[in-house]
């Protein structure tokens, strides 16, 4: 069931327990006590809400920052990644194989407060070597959901 | 013109579904619980390689019987899913559709007189392919208490010494019914004592809910008098590029290409690059869009449940085919009264043979969201139904 239950929420975080009850062919008790030790477990992180904010009068601008480092005895990446997670204003940090270490995206309201993060806060780090911001200018697809109005397939109402 | 028509092609009666079809799209706002089709676009990788394809400049005919590759896909396919083996050379061939390996497949082995078992309610085009194959269709009334399985008894008794072939439709349009391995050997034996073919329709093989699904070609002494028909639409909702084929043994798939050579050519050479990608990675597709249809489908029978109208548990498909007899109306007048008073369309049982009478054919070829809506209208208006019933009697 663990898997499926999975799938099904990560589409659809409101969905009520007793229709997962019914979709997945378990009991409303069974089904509850899963979620409960997938939330224990650290499985289940949280239950957002997809926003397409371009859509709104809400000013948001996000950046992909890539940003170089020098990792530090015995610690790695991890102590310079949890300085920079720790900004409330840093969306996600990923640590990333290639050309640079971390990944950081950044959502502001704007491309000032962007740059002021990134000259004044990240890049002034001790062990940070270079950054390079991209601003993201459109979001096609975020969370494996098409963004753009799809259009309607037209099928036919009845068929044999 | 005065001369007349086919008198053959005359006496065949439209398809019931078309009757209702006409009624619904003269309406708005109605929701649909009427499609033979799955709701999901093509897996984009297939689709992909269709386009490729036509990028590549593929475009010419293929073979008669179809693109080498493909058929070597299709036999391998077979051989992974129900270990039986054919030859790709002489025992495939790719259609257009399932629909026309069971046109060709009939007009293949029937001759004037011959008869073809057809247990119903099943898919609409049997009958009439039998009669334009100059065959004589003998219909069993399968039985709601059976789980709408086709029992021993039941065939025995519409066997005669003019039998030719028996159709098994299943895992069933409509009524979702599956036949497991102990059915099928419970007819395997009578079907060899009296030699006849068997033309098992397994389009919807993919989608069996219960366990894996058996084809009757891999029972012993089966392969040999099985044309086994399967395709693309219902399993990778493909069912625009009109892609299908069949198995049998090379006796019948050689008479079998020379009809489908004549009147068709081949099947669409896009249509065949593309399944040959559905065949060798959409396995994962398949098995997602399988956990969406038990999902709905599990939540339709408990809507029914709630909505007290009994239904027996179907294992295939994508239909539920409830029974309403209760309110005392023909399933026509049933889906008639429920398009006209909540504007959902489910089609009448009767549709597909007499024995669908007194049900329902409901598609789960949708959305939760779509169903939840469809069961909110349904439920208004059996519970209106009851209340009217109650009226009366008081």
């Given at each position: 069931?663990?898997?499926?239950l999975l799938?099904?929420?990560?589409?659809?975080?409101?969905i009520?327990?007793d229709?997962?009850?019914?979709i997945?062919?378990?009991?409303?008790?069974?089904?509850?006590?899963?979620?409960?030790n997938?939330?224990?477990?650290?499985?289940?992180?949280?239950?957002?809400?997809?926003?397409?904010?371009?859509k709104?009068?809400?000013?948001k601008?996000t950046?992909?920052?890539?940003v170089?480092?020098?990792?530090?005895?015995?610690q790695g990446?991890?102590?310079?990644a949890?300085?920079i997670?720790?900004?409330?204003?840093?969306?996600?940090?990923y640590?990333?194989?290639?050309?640079?270490?971390?990944?950081v995206?950044?959502?502001?309201?704007?491309?000032?407060?962007?740059?002021?993060?990134?000259s004044?806060k990240?890049?002034?780090?001790d062990?940070?070597?270079?950054?390079?911001?991209?601003?993201i200018?459109?979001k096609?697809?975020?969370h494996?959901?098409i963004?753009?109005?799809?259009?309607?397939y037209?099928?036919?109402?009845?068929?044999p | 013109?005065?001369?007349?028509?086919?008198?053959?092609?005359?006496?065949?009666?439209?398809?019931?579904?078309?009757k209702?079809?006409?009624?619904?799209?003269?309406?708005?706002?109605?929701?649909?619980?009427?499609?033979?089709?799955?709701?999901?676009?093509?897996?984009?990788h297939i689709?992909?390689?269709?386009?490729f394809?036509?990028?590549?400049?593929?475009?010419?005919y293929?073979?008669?019987?179809?693109?080498?590759?493909?058929?070597?896909?299709?036999?391998?396919?077979?051989?992974?899913?129900?270990?039986?083996?054919?030859?790709?050379n002489?025992?495939?061939?790719?259609?257009?559709?399932?629909?026309?390996?069971?046109?060709?497949?009939?007009r293949?082995?029937?001759?004037?007189?011959?008869?073809?078992?057809?247990?119903?309610?099943s898919?609409?085009?049997?009958?009439?392919?039998?009669?334009?194959?100059?065959?004589?269709?003998?219909?069993?009334?399968l039985?709601?208490?059976?789980e709408?399985?086709?029992?021993p008894?039941?065939?025995?008794k519409?066997?005669?010494?003019?039998?030719?072939?028996?159709?098994?439709?299943?895992?069933?349009?409509p009524?979702?019914?599956i036949?497991?391995?102990?059915?099928?050997e419970?007819?395997?034996?009578?079907?060899?004592?009296?030699?006849?073919?068997?033309?098992?329709?397994e389009?919807?093989s993919e989608?069996?809910y219960?366990?894996?699904?058996?084809?009757?070609?891999?029972?012993p002494g089966?392969?040999?008098r099985?044309i086994?028909i399967n395709?693309?639409?219902k399993?990778?909702?493909?069912?625009?590029?009109?892609?299908?084929?069949?198995?049998?043994?090379?006796?019948?798939?050689?008479?079998?290409?020379k009809?489908?050579?004549?009147?068709?050519?081949?099947?669409?050479?896009?249509?065949?690059?593309?399944?040959?990608?559905?065949?060798?990675?959409?396995?994962?597709?398949?098995a997602?869009?399988?956990?969406?249809y038990n999902?709905?489908?599990r939540?339709?029978?408990?809507?029914?449940?709630e909505?007290?109208?009994?239904?027996f548990?179907?294992?295939?498909?994508?239909?539920?085919?409830?029974?309403?007899?209760e309110?005392?109306m023909?399933?026509?007048?049933?889906?008639?009264?429920l398009?006209?008073?909540?504007?959902?369309?489910?089609?009448?049982?009767?549709?597909?043979?007499?024995?669908g009478e007194?049900h329902?054919r409901?598609s789960?070829?949708?959305?939760?969201?779509?169903?939840?809506?469809?069961?909110?209208?349904l439920?208004r208006?059996?519970?209106?139904?009851?209340?009217?019933?109650?009226?009366?009697?008081?």
């Amino acid at each position: 069931m663990r898997e499926e239950l999975l799938a099904v929420i990560e589409k659809n975080s409101r969905i009520g327990l007793d229709e997962l009850a019914v979709i997945l062919g378990e009991t409303e008790e069974n089904v509850l006590s899963e979620l409960e030790n997938l939330e224990k477990e650290g499985i289940i992180c949280g239950y957002h809400t997809l926003i397409n904010w371009e859509k709104t009068s809400i000013e948001k601008v996000t950046a992909l920052i890539e940003v170089r480092v020098t990792p530090q005895r015995g610690q790695g990446f991890d102590k310079i990644a949890e300085r920079i997670y720790n900004y409330p204003e840093v969306h996600a940090v990923y640590l990333i194989s290639g050309g640079y270490d971390l990944l950081v995206i950044l959502e502001e309201k704007s491309l000032r407060e962007i740059s002021n993060f990134v000259s004044d806060k990240l890049s002034t780090l001790d062990t940070i070597l270079s950054t390079a911001t991209h601003f993201i200018l459109k979001k096609y697809k975020d969370h494996g959901t098409i963004l753009s109005k799809k259009h309607e397939y037209e099928r036919e109402i009845i068929t044999p | 013109m005065t001369k007349e028509l086919s008198q053959k092609v005359l006496d065949i009666k439209p398809s019931g579904i078309r009757k209702f079809f006409d009624i619904v799209s003269e309406m708005q706002d109605v929701i649909s619980l009427g499609v033979g089709e799955p709701d999901f676009d093509t897996p984009w990788h297939i689709r992909d390689e269709g386009i490729f394809s036509l990028e590549k400049g593929r475009t010419f005919y293929t073979s008669n019987s179809g693109l080498k590759e493909l058929k070597q896909e299709i036999v391998n396919y077979i051989k992974r899913t129900q270990n039986v083996d054919y030859n790709p050379n002489n025992e495939v061939i790719v259609t257009v559709g399932g629909s026309e390996a069971i046109d060709i497949g009939l007009r293949a082995l029937c001759n004037e007189g011959d008869e073809v078992i057809i247990p119903q309610p099943s898919y609409v085009s049997y009958e009439p392919c039998t009669i334009l194959a100059n065959a004589k269709p003998v219909i069993i009334d399968l039985k709601a208490e059976n789980e709408f399985r086709l029992k021993p008894d039941e065939l025995l008794k519409a066997i005669t010494p003019k039998t030719k072939i028996l159709i098994l439709p299943y895992p069933n349009n409509p009524t979702g019914a599956i036949m497991d391995k102990n059915d099928l050997e419970a007819i395997a034996d009578i079907i060899i004592d009296n030699d006849i073919y068997v033309m098992s329709d397994e389009i919807y093989s993919e989608l069996s809910y219960k366990e894996k699904h058996v084809s009757i070609a891999s029972l012993p002494g089966m392969k040999e008098r099985t044309i086994l028909i399967n395709g693309f639409s219902k399993s990778y909702a493909m069912t625009g590029w009109r892609l299908g084929y069949a198995l049998a043994p090379k006796e019948i798939i050689k008479q079998m290409t020379k009809i489908h050579q004549f009147a068709i050519m081949c099947a669409p050479t896009t249509s065949q690059y593309a399944a040959v990608e559905a065949l060798k990675n959409g396995d994962e597709d398949v098995a997602n869009m399988r956990t969406s249809y038990n999902q709905r489908r599990r939540f339709l029978l408990n809507a029914f449940k709630e909505m007290n109208i009994e239904c027996f548990e179907p294992y295939g498909a994508f239909y539920v085919f409830p029974c309403i007899k209760e309110f005392g109306m023909t399933s026509e007048e049933f889906a008639t009264k429920l398009l006209e008073e909540e504007k959902v369309a489910a089609i009448p049982g009767t549709a597909f043979g007499q024995s669908g009478e007194d049900h329902l054919r409901i598609s789960y070829a949708y959305s939760l969201d779509n169903l939840k809506k469809a069961m909110e209208r349904l439920n208004r208006f059996v519970t209106r139904l009851r209340e009217r019933k109650l009226n009366l009697l008081r």
